[in-house]
């Protein structure tokens, strides 16, 4: 069984001429944690973590942001393992605010998605071959879409997006 924690906190200094663009050095406060627990069970494991952020910038705009994954994960051979994963998020009125600084664009504030898959070890865990298959049941815009995790972002009003990833990994 394991257990983490962690945390960051971070002051910004106001510097001449930011602009106001870059919200990590434009005197706006940061702290962010997470916390962690991880149980195998011989053969099978769950997982689960909490992430939080909170941001209070300049204005007065502030964000209580929230995140939660559960996953579990099973072997079903010596080398093929099945996992199923949900992961739930909150931009706390972030999606508002940047609807209203970019007209025309749209940002759920919520994020519910559900994936399914296995892995094949190969070599161990020096190489795998991991498919999956996820459906977001919320629409994935702004900041839920994009960056390599295989979403992309929807049209305004769309949901019940599907993805099915696959990777080789190895390790050398």
């Known amino acids: 069984m394991l257990i983490g924690v962690a945390g960051h906190i971070q002051d910004g200094d106001t510097l001449a001429g930011a602009g106001g663009a870059n919200i990590y050095t434009n005197d706006t406060k940061i702290s962010q944690w997470t916390a962690d627990f991880q149980w195998g069970l011989g053969g099978s494991a769950i997982y689960a973590a ?3 952020n909170y941001e209070e910038r300049p204005g007065g705009i502030e964000y209580d942001q929230y995140g939660v994954l559960v996953q579990g994960q099973v072997f079903i051979t010596d080398d093929i393992e099945l996992f199923a994963r949900y992961e739930w998020g909150d931009l706390d009125g972030q999606a ?6 970019n007209p025309g664009a749209t940002m759920e504030d919520t994020l519910s998605v559900l994936t399914v898959g296995a892995t094949k070890y190969l070599a161990g865990h020096a190489m795998k071959f991991t498919a999956d298959a996820g459906v977001a049941f919320d629409e994935l815009s702004g900041a839920w879409g994009g ?9 305004a009003g769309a949901n019940s997006q599907f993805v099915f990833r696959a990777q080789m990994q190895a390790i050398f």
Do not use: L
């Open 50 to 52: 909490v992430i939080g």
């Open 96 to 101: 508002a605010a940047f609807a209203t600084a």
């Open 147 to 155: 960056g390599g995790r295989g979403w992309q972002g929807d049209d």
